[in-house]
Structure formats: C-alpha cells, structure tokens
C-alpha cells in the first residue's frame, strides 16, 4: 500500500516561513508527479504548487514568488518552502501524488493523498 506521509506544518506569525515536507513510500514503481493542495474552512480545495518527475513546476498565482516546491526523486519526497507568509494561508495543505504502483487493485496509475497538515499563520 502507499502512503503519503506529511510533516512541517505549524503555527507561524505573519512574515514568517515553513517547509513542508512529504515522503512517499510502498510498491513504487513510478511518480509522475507531487505537488501540495490547500484547504481553508468554507472553501474548496486548491493547487497550491506541483512538480512533475521532469523537474518543471506550477504555482497559483496566489502563492507565485512566496513558495518554492522541490523535489527529491530518489527519495519519492517532495517539499513545499513557504516564505512570506500571511493569514489568508491558513488552511490544512495535502500532499498529492499520481505514481504508477502495484496497489489493492493491482498494477497501474493511482491519485495518492497525505492526511493533511495544518498550517496557521497568525500573530
């Protein structure tokens, strides 16, 4: 079975910054690509930022130039560095995966998510 595990997540003052982190692990055989979503409270869950396996990335427009998203491919781990940090970034962020692996339902392509991780930036 994969699994997702997230760690990083935390309390922040405004200004301040955070780095997630995201580890991948079981029956692997591919990641196609990772990448970080965000949910507030009353609102729907967003693309934060995404990494393919080629290394190129996407960011919301809300998050472009404040958060860097990275990836360690021998190790199936993927990190979100948040700067600049303000309130309106307060939501639980999940980490995403779309990875070929040998799963329940045998070999193939599935969509992977992590428990969440609260993140609250407040003074």
């Known amino acids: 079975q994969v699994q997702l595990v997230e760690s990083g997540g935390g309390l922040v003052q405004p200004g301040g910054s955070l780095r997630l982190s995201c580890a991948a692990s079981?029956?692997?055989?591919?990641?196609?690509?990772m990448g970080w979503f965000r949910q507030a409270p009353g609102k729907q869950r967003e693309l934060v930022a995404r990494?393919?396996?080629?290394?190129?990335?996407t960011y919301a427009d809300s998050v472009k130039g404040r958060f860097t998203i990275s990836r360690d491919n021998g190790k199936n781990t993927v990190f979100l560095q948040m700067n600049s940090l303000n309130p309106e970034d307060t939501a639980v962020y999940y980490c995403?995966?779309?990875?070929?692996?040998?799963?329940?339902?045998?070999?193939?392509?599935?969509?992977?998510w992590g428990q969440g991780t609260q993140v609250t930036v407040s003074s």
């Open positions: 079981g029956r692997i055989f591919r990641i196609n690509h």
């Open positions: 995403n995966a779309l990875a070929m692996a040998d799963s329940s339902g045998g070999l193939g392509l599935y969509d992977y």
């Open positions: 990494i393919i396996s080629g290394g190129s990335t």
